[in-house]
């Protein structure tokens, strides 16, 4: 199906598409890497009267590295970070990640924040962000904000962002150093969405976890992070009972949208199973048996 009638604008400069949001509201949609807004309007499940595409504006395609955290502009594409090579924990975790999402073609042109604007439970970066406490950058006629991540998902494709601010950028806490990342991911197709997919970055000291975070992808109507299973984890041993037990409890704080061939109780026992190899596997990344 074709797209409905729509007007486009290519705004040049950041105050200026914010200007274009800002006149014409909700009746906006803005274009950045376009591999899920293009569905929509092929499909008409959204019907905008002007498109803003913003990929002429320049220095939001950029990964700044600073002494507390790793920016990801606007319009970093989902392939700069599976070959991220910058000097932190966080490249290896986005270079294990990057692979899932969707394939070559949607990966050289799809962007993270667009990931984190769309907001699909499934979505591998958004529980990324969700587990490391992201911020997501915004700016509208009343300026620029930051929204945590716990505060950005309002649940499935919704978002605090609103019609007439512009995603920026995300900022993500460094790791302290010495952390460790594992990923792994359940899906039926390898070009398909997740139907579950688990994050993990910890750090081990004296032979105990001494910081870890745990993220979930298409555990709820929106990303989630695993606190109580964090919980459990810190300052003990790490140990495949331990591991087991983790799982449990990241499973136990899901609450995974049942699907015809992949029942609500299928996705918990995926989401443990998931969590449990992803704590084995960062453990031996830390160099222990």
């Known amino acids: 199906m074709k797209p409905a009638q729509f007007d486009?604008?290519?705004?040049?400069s950041v105050p200026e598409a914010v200007a274009v949001l800002a006149e014409h509201g909700p009746e906006s949609r803005v274009l950045a890497g376009g591999q899920s807004l293009l569905?929509?309007?092929?499909y008409r499940t959204t019907r905008p009267a002007l498109v803003v595409d913003v990929n002429r504006i320049p220095g939001l395609s950029q990964v700044t590295v600073e002494d507390g955290s790793v920016r990801v502009g606007a319009l970093v594409r989902h392939a700069q970070l599976e070959r991220a090579r910058f000097d932190d924990p966080l490249a290896e975790l986005f270079r294990q990640v990057a692979p899932y999402v969707g394939h070559p073609p949607i990966r050289?042109?799809?962007t993270f924040a667009g990931s984190l604007a769309w907001a699909h439970p499934a979505s591998e970066w958004c529980a990324l962000a969700m587990a490391l406490d992201a911020g997501i950058e915004v700016k509208g006629p009343a300026g620029p904000r930051t929204v945590p991540a716990a505060s950005w998902f309002r649940g499935a494709f919704e978002t605090a962002c609103l019609p007439e601010e512009l995603v920026t950028g995300v900022r993500l806490?460094?790791?302290p150093a010495g952390a460790v990342a594992a990923f792994a991911e359940h899906r039926r197709t390898h070009s398909g969405f997740a139907l579950a997919a688990a994050l993990v970055m910890l750090r081990l000291a004296?032979?105990?976890?001494?910081w870890v975070r745990i993220g979930l992808a298409n555990a709820a109507d929106v990303p989630l992070r695993a606190v109580g299973a964090e919980r459990l984890l810190t300052g003990e041993r790490p140990e495949p009972e331990l591991f087991a037990a983790a799982g449990a409890r990241a499973?136990?704080?899901a609450d995974p949208p049942g699907e015809p061939h992949a029942p609500a109780a299928y996705l918990r026992h995926a989401?443990?199973?998931l969590v449990r190899r992803c704590l084995a596997r960062a453990v031996h990344h830390a160099g222990l048996p």
Not at 8 to 12: D, F, G, N, Q, T
Not at 39 to 42: N, P, S
Not at 206 to 210: I, L, N, S
């Open 271 to 273: 989401l443990s199973t």
């Open 206 to 210: 004296a032979g105990r976890v001494e």
């Open 8 to 12: 486009y604008v290519a705004p040049a």
């Open 251 to 253: 499973a136990a704080e």
């Open 173 to 175: 806490p460094r790791p």
């Open 108 to 110: 050289a042109r799809g």
């Open 39 to 42: 569905i929509e309007l092929r």
